[in-house]
């Protein structure tokens, strides 16, 4: 686990598709951490959809936004490899202090479970070993637990077909859906000017791209922003 430092994240530019959901968490999670509905039954959001549309980011910048209101929000990123462990009992004991704060501290906690189908596996996949469900078994002890005037979950996954079921009961699901092509136009364009692309480069990357992009060879953020790269390297690699 490790806590990630909201001041030094950067505000993006979202699109629209993004800007909805980002607007939705915030709303909610500032209601929740101002007390507001102390008996809602949910303790965090579960967001999932497809690979490359901007889940991870989508939190980072609705932590963002809430470190703004509060001043005292800390940020942890949690992955498997943080919890995996060979020895018996070392993975639960890790969890359980991903979710401790100090009763009395007033700092407002998130926790990132970034990929969360590799923790939380389904108990019915055949992929499942014994050490999942304890795991498990931990997970949802310790989110039963939370306040969320206090601590809020927030995980991601791209396959929520694997993700144990009795999580859907705990976090409020939320489908980040595939983008429009007229959002990945609008992405393709945020990242070259942000790079500072000179107009020559940048042209011959849209001449690309852009036509990937409506045959729909590409279809996602992270391709966008790689195969841009690509271009973009192999341009300014040959430029002595």
Not at 146 to 153: G, R, S
Not at 182 to 191: A, C, S, T
Not at 230 to 235: A, K, M, R
């Amino acid at each position: 686990m490790s806590e990630i430092n909201l001041y030094d994240i950067r505000e993006v530019k979202l699109l629209p598709y993004q800007e909805k959901v980002v607007r939705k968490l915030y709303n909610i999670t500032n209601h929740l951490f101002s007390g507001t509905y102390r008996n809602i039954p949910f303790k965090g959001f579960l967001l999932y959809g497809e690979p490359g549309n901007g889940k991870t980011e989508i939190i980072k910048q609705v932590a963002k936004k809430i470190y703004d209101s509060f001043n005292s929000v800390a940020l942890f990123f949690v992955d498997g490899s943080d919890i995996a462990t060979p020895k018996w009992g070392d993975a639960e004991k890790t969890l359980k202090t991903v979710f401790e704060i100090p009763s009395n501290s007033s700092e407002k906690k998130i926790i990132l479970f970034d990929d969360i189908e590799s923790l939380m596996l389904a108990r019915s996949s055949e992929l499942a070993k014994e050490w999942h469900y304890s795991i498990n078994s931990v997970m949802f002890h310790n989110i039963d637990f939370l306040d969320p005037t206090k601590v809020m979950v927030f995980a991601t996954t791209n396959r929520i077909d694997l993700v144990d079921k009795a999580l859907f009961s705990r976090l409020y699901t939320i489908e980040v859906g595939i983008p429009e092509k007229e959002d990945l136009i609008m992405f393709l364009n945020f990242i070259l000017n942000d790079w500072g692309v000179p107009n020559s480069i940048k042209s011959k990357i849209e001449e690309i791209v852009r036509p990937m992009i409506y045959a729909n060879q590409i279809n996602d953020l992270r391709r966008i922003l790689q195969k841009s790269a690509d271009i973009f390297f192999e341009i300014i690699s040959e430029v002595e």
